[in-house]
């Protein structure tokens, strides 16, 4: 059974990693996520390998965007240059998507693969 963290991103006797003070999913009551909730991040660490178990935190908190959520949070934002960036986001997500609609209908061609993959 594992252990629960005593505290936020900590180690409990080498058993998991979490980025909350909750226990597993299975130790405590299921909820449902509320408006303005989110899920948290949950790592298990495999054999004591900590090395690749904070590998695989951090690629999880790059894939969520935690990072640039943190980073984002260091100064305040007014709301006028916040409604900016979400525009400027919208439009940089349309365009990809947009981009992508293309690619597959074959009216542009095919992204370039990255070298060293």
Known sequence: MYRHAPTRGSLAAGRWISCSPVPPPDLRRARRATKGETTLVQI?????????????LKKKMQREGSFREMKRHVHYEKPSEKRARQQAEAIRRARKLAR?????EGLLPAPK???GR
């Open 44 to 56: 298990f660490v495999r054999d004591n390998n900590v090395d690749q178990a904070l590998k695989a």
């Open 100 to 104: 992508k609609r293309m690619q597959r």
């Open 113 to 115: 693969g990255r070298k």
